[in-house]
């Protein structure tokens, strides 16, 4: 019998621009405030898990870097990394070793600092996660890149247009505005949108999501644990998890990505959610909308709209609050921002205070079904992650 | 009930300085003959662990890619990393995944392509894995520096000498003249080992593990299927895992790894064994011996040997074939070579491949107690893993 899981603490830092800390300090705003709302001691901790791509950190191997300076040193501990998909990862490899029996209570920290780097160093390191060999050697390819091949492919079938995009975004960034933990905290145009310059044509800046710093954490426990912690434990209902080929050229469409819809199919299949009616089940959604475009495939890849139809969605402001169903209340990477390795742990946070009822106004879902979706995607769909959580216990 | 998981299916790339594949091929080179052992279809395996440390290889996010060239895209899968201990973290993943119900049918690939980059950067990367603001940057710390202190520490107190660590090494380089995966393949003598040059005092070249090129991989499964595939499964009866601070400065005593110790004794625990009547549990060992003090230090780590006596074990060759313990039989890290993430998994290839009497002539251990024990260090302890394989099923 696989023993339930649940999140019973969450810590989210400032996203954004930080040069004001350096790794360990980044991660631990996270650490502390998850740890302070589970209200539990240092050493109830049997495991951490870090999520961190790294590459542009002085520090090549954070894990017992970040432990030691949250005074975790000695833990049993490793660095998880799955690209863009990194929090994701990491949280499913600490709820595999609660479930398992292995550990009773698990720290997840995704935490990244970018701009320790130059800008050009980090899209040429983020341009590499695709296959570096092929595609960014030979042909130079970077990701806002990668994502504009899926953009011009969607609207050349579709009909859709550069500001039907741009609506995504004015979207997050509507959200982000009352997210003080957001990258950007302003609202934008569609105007503004569509006079920002291309990044790769049909995408702009305000298409794309910015390079950000942060730290997001979750303390998962048992069912026995959590349940003494909390009256309304988090539970890990799902955990879909898929791959694609590492080069975009073999890909079959460019419509949306095989991985998501994979991982969406196994996480709707083992948490017994019809997928054909996968709206009905969910009070809101975050998704991985790294550029705009990314966002309009994830509402089509999770069955939110047929094949096509995901613009409408936007078009109609059905991923508002009040409508189908929202998505990215947060502000999303686009607008909350995309420290990778810290995305998927952040988006397990906002889930979770989401269903706790405990979000600032105006940007807070209404809780009916008391149940979130986060679509965490690595590369452009070389790794895709959809998990379910549920204020329900799951069956079984 | 967590569930049962063992070995079935293992491979071994030839470690060395590889610059004849690159990193797919390499890690294909094992990723096959796993498989093969197993004689399962690719479609059986629900997931892929892929452990690699990185930075001196130009696929800055190699899991996805070595998928793609091993037919292997699509599957749920993830990087781990806990810098030399990643292949014995990668395993535990993997375990956990299969204990809680997760997966079926998983592998394990570590893999490391070291002579990609030059000498120097390698040992700046390597040395990196201290804590790089206050004792590689501030200090210059490297490797062989952090474990020549250890071994002064220990020589000052128990009088050991530089004879003495050399002794390791002609032990281990003997074992790794019989094996044809092994970096090195002739035997050394104290003479030439006294002779090499000096890396940093009191540790000479001969007492230094090589930069390695290699892969490794297992096929981990449920008791149902282990048991259905093969009559001698390999069950993974415990692991143990602990961390220790980043800054060696601040640890209490350089006779030995505290995080090792820890490792032990939660392994030991796990699958109810006598810490002090450990050697006659096992048929033999593989231990972390980057530098030929490790593997004294491990002894006592272990239990093999009481604090201080660990030395007497190699003076009286009590730890070749026929000694109270045999270690190091493939040829250690010292002279098997250590590829860094490929040596947990390498570990536990060799220690099933001496479990079902399939080692070459001259370096076959005698099997009696049907166990064996793989103890995996990252940086000075920062990182320790020991985990017990037995022919056994492991109760309860």
Redesign the interface.
Known sequence: ???KVAIVGTGHSIYGVRNDV?LPELAYESIKEAVDEAKIGLDDIDLVVVGN?G?WS????P???I??YADL???????????CA?GS?AI??A???I????ADIALVVGVEKMNESLTPVVVE?IG??G???WEF?NFGLTFPGYYALYATYYMFNYGVKEEDLCLIAVKNHHYASMNPKAHFQRKITVDECMKSRYIAWPLKLYDSCPISDGSASIILASEEIATKITDTPIWIEA?G???????ITRRKDFTGL??AR?AASEAYKKARLDPGEITRHLDLAEVHDCFTIAEIMAYEDLGFAKRGEGVKLIREGQTYIGGLIPVNLSGGLKAKGHPIAATGVGMAVEIARQLWNKIERGRQAPIKNGRGLAHNV??TG??AYVTIYSLTKPRG
Chains 1, 2 share one sequence.
């Open positions: 019998m696989r023993r350096n791509v590459g002085s520090e090549y191997l894990a017992i870097v432990n030691e040193a000695g833990k049993s501990t490793f660095r998880i990394e799955a690209a990194t990862a499913k490899t709820v595999d070793a479930a398992s029996g292995e390191f590499r996660s296959n570096y060999f050697q955990i998890s898929a791959s694609d080929t590492s080069n095989y991985a994979k690595g590369g070389h790794y």
